[in-house]
T-cell receptor, first 116, second 115 residues
Framework: AQKVTQAQTEISVVEKEDVTLDCVYE???????LFWYKQPPSGELVFLIR??????QNEISGRYSWNFQKSTSSFNFTITASQVVDSAVYFC?????????????FGKGTKLSVIP | NAGVMQNPRHLVRRRGQEARLRCSPM?????VYWYRQLPEEGLKFMVY????????ESGMPKERFSAEFPKEGPSILRIQQVVRGDSAAYFC?????????????FGQGTRLTVV
């Protein structure tokens, strides 16, 4: 069975601070996919990134970066120089490659509040 | 280039009524997935459909809930005789293929409130 744990329920930072959102996952599959989604106060789900398990290169996109560490089963998300518009709930998700590979398993989310 | 469209965005039903949630997938997508988000929780998989077929409904409650994806028209998630515990956000996602190299994009969700 797969599981995604986002231990941080809520985080508050002051604008321009850096913040890291943690994600730890469990899966028996050797090939799997990890995702981050953003859910702003308006409620929609915004896809941020997909990472394959066989690609451990870290990724940077503007102020966002992701650190994938297979050895610790973690896929952490860092926002550099946070802005008020980053305030949202962020979900980490996992999809396996075997049977049921269409299902996303979500963590419970981390609510990020960026204070001006 | 419309994304996944869900309607209505908000739905209020009294206990015992029926709720119908609609999802139009992205153009060219023939796979639809429904997820439910209870308050303060992450999303939980409910059902996976292809056109005219239910592929996996393992996450859907056995009673009162049903889903369809007809040859023509949107996918429908139907909840009969709603109860307060059905209050949640229901998200639909679609993809062109099922498998390792697909990405599911979500609609804006339907927020169901049962009063």
């Amino acid at each position: 069975a797969q599981k995604v744990t986002q231990a941080q329920t809520e985080i508050s930072v002051v604008e321009k601070e850096d913040v890291t959102l943690d994600c730890v996952y469990e899966t028996r599959d050797t090939t799997y996919y990890l995702f981050w989604y953003k859910q702003p106060p308006s409620g929609e789900l915004v896809f941020l990134i997909r990472r394959n398990s066989f690609d451990e290169q870290n990724e940077i996109s503007g102020r966002y970066s992701w650190n994938f560490q297979k050895s610790t089963s973690s896929f952490n998300f860092t926002i550099t120089a946070s802005q008020v518009v980053d305030s949202a709930v962020y979900f980490c998700a996992l999809r396996n490659s075997g049977a049921g590979s269409y299902q996303l398993t979500f963590g419970k989310g981390t609510k990020l509040s960026v204070i001006p | 280039n419309a994304g996944v469209m869900q309607n209505p965005r908000h739905l209020v039903r009294r206990r015992g009524q029926e709720a119908r949630l609609r999802c139009s997938p992205m153009k060219g997508h023939s796979h639809v997935y429904w997820y439910r988000q209870l308050p303060e929780e992450g999303l939980k998989f409910m059902v996976y459909l292809q056109k005219e077929n239910i592929i996996d409904e393992s996450g859907m409650p056995k009673e009162r809930f049903s889903a369809e994806f007809p040859k023509e028209g949107p996918s429908i998630l139907r909840i009969q005789q709603v109860v307060r515990g059905d209050s949640a956000a229901y998200f639909c996602a679609s993809s062109p293929l099922q498998g390792r190299n697909t990405e599911a994009f979500f609609g804006q969700g339907t927020r169901l409130t049962v009063v």
